[in-house]
């Protein structure tokens, strides 16, 4: 049970949700593969998707929809199941 | 009127706070965590802090404004571009809380910013509009129909849209069938109203506005500018006097703009935007802006009237102290707009640290900027740094001048828009005035390709 962190390449607002009336990207405990979109950051008016770089299991998101993220924050953890 | 709160921040902030310092007049600053360093906090008469950094918490919060200007002092509140400048009920919120809103009646930024209405009440009073749907079409049948009428291609657009946002461009009924559905979702989920209409959509198409002041009584316009020069929608170089136009078109947009705002009584600044067939000189109004626009400084430099400082005045209760006859433009202005974006890596925005900072200078030269050494671009606003502007006699002066104050523009620690600015600034079809709409977007395509933009 290896733990990975999903990083966010850019600083800035996170989301959960591609908009305020859709579900979320993931939810904790969904399957996600390597290149899977588990959220988006706002910055300066561009959403930047943040990708999972490994497959397995969306074990827990760090932050939640509006917190600040600064370059390179963990934004949830992948279990690969290795 | 002593003390005006500036319901923004970045360059505009700066610039509304010395408009009000010039007449005399008090400024109050507002800021969210990510600004209290932020140059407009400091240049303030005072400062009130009101939330956390993302702008739905901070600057688009309309209580936490409202009690700032309750809590300085403030008598009146300008609400600059972007944020809640186009919010009818910010405008609603300030005049019920005994404030004086810097802008125009509430009444009238809802009409304009209802695209349908803006295009009903622009007919009404004679000024042409692009061939399309009498206001929002029901379903994608009725929009089929219309599209039918008035050929390929079209642009289905939100009702609810603005600043380019919400626009579907399609070129025959099946896409249209498709891509209705996608129209009214996204529309609805990114405006909160699923009306969409049906327009004919002009190939060679120039973005031409008109600036104008009014005081509710009286309407005058301040000639026009030339932005169609757009990167997705968003404005990248403009110009005063439009370059290539004739005469009588620009005569029409002038009539045009005055019947539009003299038929509502309209107050403050605004701007009318055409669009402009560059093949016929048809030209059709496209929306109005019911604040003051980011290249603004463009009809200040030409004309000598300081926008800002006009709308702070007939906020103040006074009557135009303009006459039409009193306008008389002078050479050409030309803006560059330098964005915390890489323009080699397709424009991915770039805050973070500003560690060297030179401003240009020097006749002619006018910088609006809240760049400055050692300052902090943080990643929750937009991207504007700030506008060179430079005037010169002619066009040609005028491009020379932009060449060189460019040249001694200096900024390290963020990525930045020169280098494509430099580039374009070079092309012989930018020198020449020939550009439409499109042209920015294709040369990009052309000279990038993926690498860098100069």
New interface residues.
């Given amino acids: 049970m290896a733990d990975h962190e999903v990083l966010t390449p850019v600083p800035g607002t996170f989301y959960r949700r591609p908009d305020p009336d859709s579900d979320p990207f993931k939810n904790e405990g969904d399957a996600v593969e390597a290149g899977d979109t588990v959220g988006l950051v706002e910055i300066m008016k561009n959403f930047q998707p943040v990708e999972a770089q490994i497959g397995g299991t969306l074990s827990r998101f760090l932050v939640e929809t509006d917190d600040t993220v600064a370059a390179g924050q963990p934004v949830a953890v992948v279990d690969d199941g290795a | 009127m002593k003390r005006v709160l500036v319901a923004n921040r970045g360059e505009i902030a700066v610039r509304i706070i010395r408009a009000a310092h010039d007449l005399g007049l008090e400024a109050v600053a507002v800021y969210s965590e990510a600004d209290g360093a932020a140059p407009h906090v400091r240049m303030a008469d005072e400062a009130v802090a009101i939330g ?3 702008a ?2 901070s600057y688009l919060d309309m209580t936490a404004i409202v009690e700032a200007a309750h809590i300085s002092g403030a008598e009146a509140v300008h609400p600059g571009y972007g944020f809640l400048s186009e919010r009818a009920d910010f405008a609603s919120a300030v005049e019920g809380a005994d404030l004086r809103y810097v802008g125009p009646k509430p009444e009238h930024i809802a009409l304009m910013g209802d695209k349908a209405r803006a295009r009903e009440a622009a007919e009404d009073v004679g000024v042409p509009t692009i061939p399309g749907s009498d206001g929002a079409v029901t379903d994608a049948d009725e929009a089929a129909e219309v599209a039918g009428e008035i050929g390929y291609p079209v642009a289905l657009k939100a009702a609810g849209g603005g600043g380019g946002r919400g626009i579907r461009i399609v070129h025959d009924e099946a896409t249209l069938h498709t891509q209705y559905k996608t129209a009214a979702r996204e529309a ?3 405006f909160d109203d699923a009306r969409v209409y049906v327009e004919r959509f002009i190939t060679e198409a120039r973005h031409v506005e008109v600036q104008v002041l009014g005081d509710g009584e009286r309407t005058i316009h301040l000639h026009e500018r030339e932005c169609s020069l757009q990167r997705r929608r968003q404005k990248v170089v403009e110009e005063s006097p439009a370059p290539r136009l004739a005469e009588a078109t620009r005569v029409g947009l002038f009539e045009a703009a005055i019947a539009l705002c003299a038929e509502i009584g309209y107050r403050s600044a605004g701007t009318v935007e055409f669009l402009v067939d560059a093949s016929s000189g048809e030209f059709f109004f496209i929306e109005m802006n019911t604040r003051i626009q980011v290249e603004h400084p463009v009809t200040e430099v030409i004309t000598g009237v300081d926008l800002v400082a006009e709308q702070l005045r007939i906020a103040g209760g006074e009557p135009l102290r303009l006459r039409q006859e009193d306008v008389a433009p002078r050479g050409c202005a030309i803006e560059l707009r330098i964005n ?2 890489d323009p080699a890596n397709n424009f991915m ?1 770039s ?1 973070g640290p500003l560690e060297h900072v030179v401003l240009p200078a020097g006749p002619w030269v006018r910088i609006d900027t809240w760049m400055e050494p050692d300052g902090e671009v943080p ?5 504007l740094l700030g506008k060179v502007i430079v005037w010169g006699p002619d066009r040609a002066s005028a491009l020379a001048r932009a060449r060189r104050a460019l040249g001694e523009l200096e900024v390290e620690g963020v990525k930045t828009t020169k280098p494509l600015l430099a580039t374009l600034l070079g092309e012989d079809w930018f020198a020449e005035g020939e550009f439409n709409t499109g042209t920015l977007e294709a040369w990009l395509e052309e000279t990038t390709n993926g690498s860098a933009g100069g």
């Fill in positions: 956390p950094p993302p739905g918490k609805a989920g990114a915390a974006e925005p805050p990643p929750f606003y937009d991207s």
